[in-house]
């Protein structure tokens, strides 16, 4: 079992520019627990990760094309929430990195990229999309956890 000190814990449950807290505390925990207690009841095990990500998702579904491009790197998780349209994995995994460390889970927030796409880009070669994933990893039960919320 890993152990985080308080100062780790502080950073890893920092707010960050795109990730302002926007939804009420209380209501947060309360939304999540329902799920994670009827799961509790229904499979015997239940894990507020996964209560989380079901929540993210009974809320936003993905973007159609049009607004994809409109909107896509361009907004923050308030912003992505109050839309109720996800424009892809790092929207998602914006979302749910601002849930987490608002429930007092550490989160990080991990971008990937694509070998090609980054060379093209340290070349400063033309591309025509970015190509790579964005997800998390939480600190839960003890040990870091990688979470795709997408």
């Known amino acids: 079992m890993e152990k985080l000190t308080n100062e780790d814990i502080d950073k890893y449950l920092k707010s960050g520019e795109l990730s302002q807290p926007f939804i009420d505390s209380k209501l947060l925990k309360e939304k999540v627990d329902i799920d994670y207690y009827n799961s509790l009841k229904l499979k015997g095990h239940a894990n507020k990760l996964e209560s989380l990500y079901f929540w993210i998702h009974k809320n936003l579904e993905s973007a159609d094309d049009e607004f994809r491009k409109k ?4 907004r923050n998780a308030g912003e992505i929430w109050e839309s109720g349209k996800a424009t ?5 995994a914006l979302v749910f990195a601002t849930l987490a460390r ?3 889970i550490p989160t990080t927030l991990l971008h990937t990229s694509e070998k090609t796409f980054l060379f093209k880009l340290i070349n400063n070669e033309s591309f025509s999309m970015r190509s790579g994933h964005s997800f998390c990893e939480c600190f839960y039960d003890g040990k870091w956890i990688l979470v795709d919320p997408t």
Do not use: E, I, M, S
Request: glycine share 16%.
């Open 102 to 104: 608002q429930l007092g």
């Open 88 to 92: 892809g994995c790092t929207d998602y």
């Open 71 to 74: 909107y896509k790197f361009n």
